[in-house]
């Protein structure tokens, strides 16, 4: 069959006015047909002279969300976006666009390059090209500032914001803000410009008002927090051109826009975006899910009260539950002082503070659990513990709720077995603090039933968390990654490097904190603990990583809590711990270590490379379905530099080849730590990549 054109753009001649109309679910991205289908018809209306006015709007949900991102790292297919908002600005007849939804990116430029613009209530628009790598590479750079101003353009462009309606309005963005259907909206506009009531004018006769103050303060702060990242540079580039004739503007926006999307940055970021929707693709995907209307949070410490804060959140009324009055009423102020610290934010008022707090109950009885549609245990990590609580929910709870561990590393099929329904438990694993990071590993156990999976997964949506699918073994998928890796730190330490020298150059390749911080911020104690409960099974050819940290831990050091671990901290300032400097020398002597030089690029080598080795590990053992489920593990959990796209995609810029050469390096200094997994080495042979891996699943 041959293929048949996609019509997406149609045109409805209502009295003088042209009614163009874009369709192309689920966003209105703007495919190539989508373009040629607004070319086409603006060219169309202007040689017939069909209409006195042509009003655009879209159908669905939004209007144009964007460029087809789906469209990057092909052969580009005219009209170029560019070309063609310059065509729809030189329009003779003059045109008014509806903007719904969200209008976004490539979607607010077709916008800004009509002109005049009419909101609709509800409506948000964004330059969020940045959050993808790229910068506005359609106008924009030229076009909001020529509306609003150069501040207002450098906010929107470099923060990616989605900025409601009403302040679009205020700024002069859109010309009026109104309620209804697109289409009628559309059509008393038109009506409006014919009868000279909607003024009319072209965005580029606009001149800009210079502002270098503005232009230096972003370039210092872009230099101050982005700067691993090439697309805000580019984009302040762009809008201080904006002062000059457009058509020079223009030129200088495309150029960083073409240089944008050749980057490594813009692969990897637009790889974060869609493997945050990927993930979600999972066996259970099309099981009916339960419905939640009521969760049950057994324990009230961080965890309890972060899960119980995020459900609260959503929505969702929470019952708490301390085993002691005194352990309930902290659990209950924690969750309070949430709430204020996202009232003190701004993120929330005081009356919806108020009524969140009013769905949420506390009791010192398991009982009060008995109606709950799910119940979430954030207990301590003892697996006796766990099980006794499990074997008491069983005869409470109703039939059909859903026992749920917070488990970070425990054996879920174990929890289950204290339980007459295996199949109503699952892992639902979440990451301090439990209100903040997106990361929600929904842990499948052998028996878990397809719908309470499913559920996890809607849980996990309706809180704004980011749902991945982890197997059963010991740490799921990140933390089981992290207990490997974080050994590379450790013995870089004792062969040579100091901890500050290990933080510095994993923050130079793009992590917000380094390992040593991030122990000090966590707690060195909770390391502490896993080594110990470890150390029985230890390999006795494995080289013990725990040398130093514990020396650390057995002073009373546990980090930042304590004030001391790494590095010591007075009140806001913090420096190496000269402490941690003799316990280095000592374990090193102690172990006969004639310290070496590592370079910044050594240990980032090392570093990634033991990530890569259990991530690979992980999806060979199936604990992940793909590839991709790691990188958003990462991405969203463990702060992993979002441009990079998480450990497997970066993997991919190296390639296994490289990869299994490298480890082989390695291993002649340790051959137990340092293996190459069967799949990289059959990568290496096959040329297969990660990518290609996440295309097959
Ligand atoms: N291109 C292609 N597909 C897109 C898309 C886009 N721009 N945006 C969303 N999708 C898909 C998405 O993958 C998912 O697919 C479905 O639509 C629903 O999305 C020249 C160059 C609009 C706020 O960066 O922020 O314009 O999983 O699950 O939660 O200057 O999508 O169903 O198969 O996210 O309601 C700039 C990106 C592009 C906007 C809706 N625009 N999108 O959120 O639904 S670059 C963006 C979003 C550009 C110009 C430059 C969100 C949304 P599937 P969803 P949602």
């Known amino acids: 069959m041959t293929d048949q054109p996609i019509i997406s753009v149609t045109t409805e001649i209502v009295g003088d006015v042209a009614l163009v109309c874009i369709d192309n679910p689920p966003v209105n991205a703007l495919s190539v047909h989508v373009r040629t289908g607004i070319q086409s018809a603006v060219a169309t209306i202007n040689a017939e002279k069909s209409a006195k006015v042509i009003a655009i709007y879209a159908a669905g949900r939004t209007f144009i969300a964007g460029a087809d991102i789906t469209e990057f790292g ?5 009209p170029a976006l560019p070309d063609l908002l310059n065509e729809v600005e030189a ?24 002109h005049a613009r009419v909101g609709v209530k509800g409506l948000k628009i964004g330059l969020p090209e940045v959050l993808i790598g790229l910068l506005p590479g359609a106008g924009g750079t030229q076009r909001v500032p020529r509306l609003a101003g150069i501040p207002v353009a450098l906010d929107m462009a470099l923060s990616g914001r989605q900025m409601p309606g009403a302040e679009a309005l205020e700024l002069g963005l859109i010309d009026r803000l109104e309620d209804g259907a697109p289409r009628d909206i559309a059509l008393q506009a038109g009506q409006d410009v014919i009868a000279g009531t909607l003024e009319t004018r072209r965005t ?21 927090k982005h700067r691993n990242l090439v697309s805000p540079q580019r984009c302040i580039e762009a809008i201080a051109a904006s ?40 066996p259970e995907k099309k099981a009916q ?31 708490l539950i301390e085993v002691k009055q005194e352990a309930l009423d902290k659990g209950v102020a924690t969750i309070t002082g949430n709430l204020d610290g996202a009232v003190k934010r701004g993120k929330l008022s005081a009356e919806k503070r108020d009524a969140t707090l009013a769905m949420l109950s506390a009791s010192t009885e398991l009982q009060s659990l008995a109606e709950v549609d799910l119940v979430i245990e954030a207990v301590f990590e003892k697996m006796e513990v766990k099980k006794e609580i499990f074997g008491n929910l069983d005869t409470i709870c109703k039939p059909g709720a859903i026992l749920a561990s917070n488990t970070s590393y425990l054996d879920i099929n174990e929890i289950a077995t204290a339980t007459s329904r295996p199949e109503d438990v699952i892992g639902l694993h979440f990451f301090s603090p439990a209100h903040v990071m997106r990361l929600l590993e929904i842990v499948v156990a052998d ?23 982890a197997g059963v073994c010991d740490g799921f998928i990140g933390n089981r990654i992290l207990g490997h890796y974080s050994k590379t730190a450790a013995y870089l330490v004792l062969d040579g490097a100091t901890p500050q020298q290990v933080d510095q150059a994993l923050e130079d390749f793009g992590f917000a904190m380094g390992p040593h911080k991030v122990g000090d911020l966590a707690g060195l104690d909770i390391g502490w603990m896993t080594r110990q409960r470890k150390a029985a099974d230890m390999p006795s050819n494995e080289r013990y990583a725990g040398n130093v940290a514990d020396r650390i831990c057995e002073n009373g050091w546990f980090g930042r809590k304590t004030g001391q671990g790494y590095y010591v901290y007075e009140g806001r300032d913090m420096r190496p711990n000269p402490e941690v400097e003799k316990i280095i020398a000592a374990e090193r002597e102690k172990a006969g270590i004639t310290p070496r030089d590592f370079t910044d690029q050594d240990i980032v080598d090392r570093y990634m490379t033991a ?11 199936g604990i992940a379905l793909r590839p991709v489920d790691v990188d958003v593990v990462f991405l969203s959990g463990y702060g992993f530099p979002r441009f990079r796209g998480g450990p497997l995609h970066y993997a991919d810029t190296i390639g296994a080849a490289e990869l299994v050469k490298r480890i082989e390096d390695y291993a002649s200094e340790d051959a137990h730590y340092w293996q190459v997994p069967d799949l990289l080495r059959e990568m290496a042979a096959s040329g297969r990549s990660f990518a290609d891996i996440n295309k097959e699943a």
């Open 74 to 78: 092909k052969p580009p297919m005219p």
């Open 91 to 114: 329009s003779e007849i003059p045109v008014v666009c509806v903007v719904h939804g969200t209008a976004l990116g490539g979607g607010l430029e077709v916008a800004l390059a009509a």
């Open 204 to 224: 580029c006769d606009l001149q800009t008002t210079p502002d270098d103050a503005a232009l230096d303060a972003a370039r210092a702060m872009v230099e101050k």
């Open 243 to 282: 002062t000059g004739p457009i058509a020079d503007g223009l030129k200088i926006e495309r150029q960083a826009f073409i240089d944008c999307l050749a980057t490594p940055q813009r692969a990897g970021l637009i790889h974060a975006f869609f493997g945050e929707r990927a993930v979600a693709n999972v």
């Open 289 to 319: 899910p339960r419905d939640i209307n009521a969760i049950g949070v057994i324990g009230g410490g961080t965890m309890g009260s972060g899960i119980a804060t995020s459900a609260l959140l959503a929505g969702i009324p929470v019952t």
């Open 447 to 469: 028996k878990t039933a397809p719908e309470v999976t499913a559920t996890g997964f809607a849980l996990a949506k309706r809180l704004k968390k980011i749902g991945v699918r």
């Open 611 to 621: 990530m890569i080795v259990e991530a690979t590990r992980v999806v060979e053992d």
